[in-house]
């Protein structure tokens, strides 16, 4: 656990910053509702799990 209000705080910090900006949120909680702008990966997680949730995340943006 991360203290003074956790990774979401500081992802919405990151988004505020920068609109762009590419976040995964790893968690071993259950995802809340207001978390779905993000990616999350819950823990326990492998490495090909991981590497597939940082590539996902990491795919160029697309304009549909």
Excluded: C, N, Q
Aim: aromatic share 6%; proline share 11%; no cysteine.
């Amino acid at each position: 656990a991360m203290p003074d209000g956790g990774g979401r705080r500081v992802a919405a910090a990151a988004r505020e910053a920068d609109p762009h900006a590419r976040i995964l949120l790893m968690t071993g909680y259950d995802p809340h509702e207001d978390w779905i702008v993000y990616s999350v990966l819950p823990k326990p997680f492998t490495p090909s799990e991981l590497v597939a949730a940082v590539t996902a995340v990491l795919e160029p943006e697309t304009d549909d």
